[in-house]
Structure formats: structure tokens, C-alpha cells
């Protein structure tokens, strides 16, 4: 079952392609002069649609087109490539044509989010005297439509989107206008 309607998927898969480098089908170096073909990107681009569209894990959406290592393999690629922080400046470019963001009304809000049970991303919470927790933060523009998220480590209180260094690549940052 597709993700997406064809006539949304097509032109996201454009898109997306525009943003790829070129690669062999086969990987030149290998020392046996052949190897297991490459998979297609655009297949990974579906697996990951599906990801988006279902919220299942990678071992779940995984079959015999493509393994789930191979999905998060190529993620990390593109990640790495910086292909997901250009889509989604391209996205944001195309949604404030068609719909305009209202970026003069900014709301930004955080939730603290109790762990007792711990675990390793749950550290210490900075407001609730030390017990063990999560914060997390979001921005949106007038008409609420999400911008940025943040999730800070274990044993930092400042979200990422407030920071000078923005953190790993692949994290939601905030909007540069």
C-alpha cells in the first residue's frame, strides 16, 4: 500500500532527486570488479515515506525491496549530504507561497516531560528538583504551522533551537529567514 497518493508522491520524489548526488549502480571500487546492486534511491524514498505516513519501526516497514539497515544507512547518507536541511528549506519556500507564513506571530512553547522510570535519554529536570525527565520545545507561526523542535540531552537545560551551536546534524533547528 503506498504512503502517498501518486500525484503527491511524484512530484516529492522530483524533488528529492534533484537533491541527489549521482551514484553507479554498482559500487566501482569493489575488489571483486561486481557486487550486489546498488537499491534505489527511489525505493528508500518510499520505505521512508511510509516511515513518515505509518510512524512504524524500520524492521517493520522492511521487506524484500530493501532491509532496514539499508533505510537508515541511506538516511544517514543523505543526512551527512545535507539533502534533508535543503528539502526542507524547499518546503518551507513552497509553503510560504502557497499558504504564507506568518512569521510576525512566532509562539514558542516547552513541556516537561517526567520520567520516574529513567532511561537514557531521561537526566536530570532542571525545574522539578532533580528528578528525572525530559524537556522539550516547539515554534510555530501564526497559523501553527510547526518551524522548529527541540529536544535537549540529558543534562542540558537550553534547547537546541536557542543555542549558538545547533547540535548533530538531522535535528529540527530554527527557521533562518
Not at 39 to 44: A, G, K, T
Not at 77 to 100: C, H, M, N, P
Not at 133 to 142: A, F, I, Q, V
Request: charged share 25%; glycine share 10%; aromatic share 6%.
Amino acid at each position: 500500500m503506498p504512503a502517498l497518493p501518486s500525484w503527491l508522491a511524484e512530484p516529492l520524489w522530483g524533488q528529492f532527486a534533484a537533491l541527489l548526488p549521482e551514484r553507479p549502480e554498482y559500487h566501482p571500487d569493489h575488489p571483486l570488479g561486481c557486487h550486489r546492486r546498488r537499491i534505489s534511491d527511489r525505493i528508500v524514498v518510499d520505505k521512508m515515506l511510509q516511515l513518515l505516513r505509518f510512524g512504524c519501526s524500520y524492521p517493520a516497514i522492511a521487506d524484500t525491496t530493501c532491509s532496514a539497515t539499508t533505510i537508515r544507512n541511506r538516511r544517514d547518507e543523505w543526512i551527512v549530504l545535507g539533502v534533508f536541511a535543503r528539502l526542507k528549506q524547499i518546503a518551507l519556500e513552497s509553503y510560504d507561497r502557497i499558504v504564507v507564513l506568518v512569521l510576525d506571530q512566532i509562539a514558542v512553547d516547552g513541556s516537561i516531560t517526567k520520567a520516574p522510570g529513567g532511561g537514557e535519554v531521561a537526566g536530570r529536570s532542571p525545574v522539578d528538583r532533580g528528578k528525572r525527565g525530559l524537556k522539550r520545545s516547539g515554534m510555530t507561526d501564526g497559523y501553527v504551522i510547526p518551524l522548529a523542535a527541540s529536544w535537549p540531552g540529558p543534562t542540558d537545560a537550553t534547547p537546541r533551537a536557542a543555542r549558538a551551536d545547533p547540535g548533530p546534524p538531522g535535528r529540527p533547528r530554527t527557521v533562518a529567514r
